[in-house]
């Protein structure tokens, strides 16, 4: 009965992917009984080799007798643990032995514990009672790391070492003579602290390297090692074999090699732990220590005792003194041959590192780089792709010339007028200009192709967005004599336009299609009748291009008509075509996308992504892989998007989007993007190839099965990518424009650099945001092992990533990651409308309005004594009076800050006072009272008039509590735009220090624009800063701007440049509230102004027009309680 239950065990565990503990104690099999257990118990030991290699793996526990068959149990085991006096594990007791051989032994001698775990290696663990044995079974259960409750392995996340690694330098010793106990190294290593000595009085460490490589499992080699033992007793007990099978082992190791020189690194022990002769992935020295043959008194003395010897065969006499003197000279030269620094000056190492920075080093280089698609070769030797012509801007003309630069291609790059200072034109090799934006010029394909035949270009990237999706431009290209490095024309016009696409993949195709209407007919009454079959809420989207342009959901009939002209306007304006397709709108989706790369001939899935945290329909956050698919699905949509690319012999890298539905498990096709995508870093980081690299290979005519690279693969980690954009969040994503002042990645920030972070930027400081490109500043990519770590490590890069001088969507984009729900894998394309209550709140200002308002204020002060030197009446205000302060108000300071950015209604503004060195006193300015005309009239004559009303009515506000504040210390070691005043700036604030990211945007007579970011926070606000009389006197004019007067019109400015669409009230017309005024466009965005409420209309703009920021648009003349401010929507 016990072999059946083991037998059932076994079954339960290999079913359900779980480990197995076996305690065991047995006498072996029933002898009257054996051909009732001798077969079944061989079963048992082949379960265990079978789950062992299915990785289910098992650890035995032997506290009492193991013996005959019995013994097998603990040396076919994952993991054996013996207990002290009472383990015993032989094929044959005392009593057999004697009988059989004659000799005369102990139970503990032929098979106990210490026996086992030091001299047999049998055991991997030696206990000294059975508590300590089961508490090891379950601490190496926990390195395991299977989900609680459910038979599914999980990566553990990153815990800090419970013992600093900053401690290293103090355990170590700097004479490497000195005893170093490498315990103390790895305690401060790894995670938490834990680990296990495997067979840690025995030392097999072949046994180790192989089982290491059974499980995947990376090397890492610590090296403090003279070489093999030496000596009569180690050449007789085999050192020679022990070390060759060593060495041996490490040649045959195919998993990572990372090895770090610790101490001593002499002879073959240089070899068995993975020297450079053995190409590990990465080799890193620590500064104190030596690598040679032997070390430099053992050589010198071996070639002193050679030199004796030789003289005395030769019976030749022997100069001590110059010996002597050349065992010295010879001493001293390996002395400085076997130095750190000399070995690292010869490449004998990657580098030598801070002892301490030994854990994060070892992060970093577990990671292996991209895999790099290497040029394809004509027959003379000279590579296909010379000179690219890259028709496209931003980041990704960026991304594609460190590509080009990769392979030693000359990059070429467009660029409009605009784009002058833009980053691609100053990385390209050369530039060309081809127009003002306003004219559209990286859509003219006659002049992108005139450029590239000009400039002696043999082939065109044409990136993502613009052209890249354009099948006349592909033709054009090829008919020009070029090479499109992309799919053929016909590809992108089956697959680059969805109605066809979807229209082709009908009849060609089993993948699943999302119900919908995508025929030509697109009166807005036919396809407003096909939306009432569908059912709603429906998806109209541009049948051409991506990126969220031409696309809305439909929830009610009332609003299809207006939505569908919005996206076909959106559609022609940015892709050419105005033509939409209609879907049903899946409500719990996921929006899942698999890469795909194809020569004609081979096509390969590079696996999948996420993509469900959108905007407007247009993504922001992604991650690889998908947390939510299993493996099974994950196969099926692969397999479904390798089919698509074998239909159509697909040629380049593509994506196939698919939508998911989350309740059925069932997954849609939803379009073929056939072009590098936006996101393409993370699916680069997971399965650790270059995808534009791979562009370029097949577009030289490269062939997939050439590269072995490319077989088996598998995604390794997790990768998260950000999308930083000129935005606000809080007015309903409206784009920004703008001027970037200051840009600092998070290594510059903190000081330190933080492993497995990219930056995909396409600006720089004093880069403009132009109302005439897309919105994106650039793309933060991180990867780490598991996706908690992931998010955590997303979450403090962003908030130490400082981008000053425009509105972003930072501090969003770092609440998606910290939110609850996001952590929740099933999470979908609804994500942001589900949690908006939260995503939107307003942020808080006690930080805001207190220490960071004290930094902006301070700062100012700082900058403005350096600018003393300025001419006398040079900071007169024009029209106002002769002096910019006077001696009552020059120690007030006041601030208004920006809170509409942050979520808030109004600003705010505060009074500052300075009361004593270093002492000031802050106080809120409330509103203005209202006041009747005869109120404000003795209000005047009490006070002076307008001028000073508002000042004397700040001075009457109660202060906050007086504190202290002074500049610690203030820095510009930052990269500056031309003219932009940037600093870093640490304060002492009322008792406790900050540091603080300031930059001035504008300055004037009469204010200073000021931006103060802190990565403590994460958060960042705008300031107004004035002196009394000037901010006093602008007071009248801000009142007007308002339209706080009663009954003044309504003013509808417009919030950026702008382009004026479509006039939607004409002049004189009378409106209600919620009916549209016009629509304008930014940033490749349209916005439609609708009335606040009912009125006559002013219109003060005509269609077409060209417009700056805070232009008025139009007015609407209200009746005295509906007198306000307009909005976009």
Known sequence: MTVKKQQRANEIAMNNNLPVISLNQSAGANLPQQFRVFHPGGQQFRDISLRSASGSPTCTVVFGSSTAGGAYQPGMSAYSIFVKDQAQVFLGGPPLVYMATGEQTTAEELGGAEMHTSVSGVGDAFANDEFEACQLARNWVLTLSYEQGTATRKKQPILQPRYSPRDILQVVPVNIRQPLDMREVIARIVDDSRFQIFKATYGPATHFIRLNNETSTPLVFLHNVTGFMVGTKSEQSGIIKAGSQLIDAVSRSSVPHISIICGASYGAGNYAMCGRAFSPRFLFSWPTSKCSVMGPEQLAGVMEMIAREAASKSNKPIDDAKLSARTAGLKNQVEQESDAYTTSAWTLDDGIIDPRDTRDVLGMSRKKPLFVAPPVLRKDGTPVLQRVLIANRGEIACRIIKACKDQMITAIVVYADEDETSLHVQLADEAVCIGPADQQPYQNIERLVKVAKETNANAIHPGYGYLSENAKFAQAVAAAGLIFIGPTPDSILKLGDKRLAKEHLSVHSSVPLIPGYGGLNQDPAHLEAEADKIGYPVLIKASAGGGGKGMRVVRKKAEFREAFLRCASESERSFGSAHCLIEKYIESGKHVEIQIIGDGEKFISLLDRECSIQRRHQKIIEESPCPWLSPELRRRMSDAAVEIARLLKYVSAGTVEFIVDIKQSKFYFLEVNTRIQVEHPITEEVVQIDIVALQLFVAAGGKLASLPELDNISQEGHAIEVRLCAENPFNNFLPCVGTVALFEPVSRVTGVHVPNVRYEVGVAAGSSVSVHFDSMICKIIVWAADRASAIQKMSYVLKNTVCMGVTTNQLFLERILLHPGFQDPAYTTSFIETYSAGLFQPVGVDYVTGPMVMAAMLYDLQAGNQNTGAKTFGTIPAGFRNQRKDVKTASRKFVSCQLQLLGHDTAGDYMITRTAEDEYEMALLKPEPDLTTAEKKSFFNKHGGPLTRRFYHA???????????????????????????????????????????????????????????????????????????????????????????????????????????????????????????????????????????????????????????????????????????????
């Open 955 to 1129: 001075t009457a506000c109660k202060p906050i509590p007086r504190f202290e504040a002074r500049v610690l210390q203030q820095g510009t070691n930052l990269v500056s735009a031309k003219g932009q005043d940037n600093g870093v700036v640490r304060l002492s604030l009322g008792g406790g220090q900050h540091t603080f990211f300031v930059s001035i945007l504008n300055r004037n007579e009469f204010k200073r624009e000021i931006s103060v970011y802190s990565a403590h926070k994460g958060i960042g606000a705008n300031y107004i800063a004035s002196d009394p009389l000037p901010w006093a006197g602008k007071f009248e004019l801000k009142r007007e701007q308002q339209g706080l007067e009663p009954g003044a019109r309504q003013k509808y400015l417009s919030p950026m440049p702008c382009h004026i669409l479509q006039i939607l009230a004409k002049d004189g017309s009378e409106v209600k509230r919620g009916d549209g005024l016009l629509v304008m466009e930014s940033m490749k965005t349209e916005i439609r102004i609708n009335a606040d409420g009912p009125g006559i209309v002013r219109m003060h703009v005509q269609k077409d027009a060209k417009i700056s920021e805070g232009v008025v648009l139009c007015e609407v003349i209200a009746p005295e309680e509906d007198a306000g401010s307009g909005n976009a929507s």
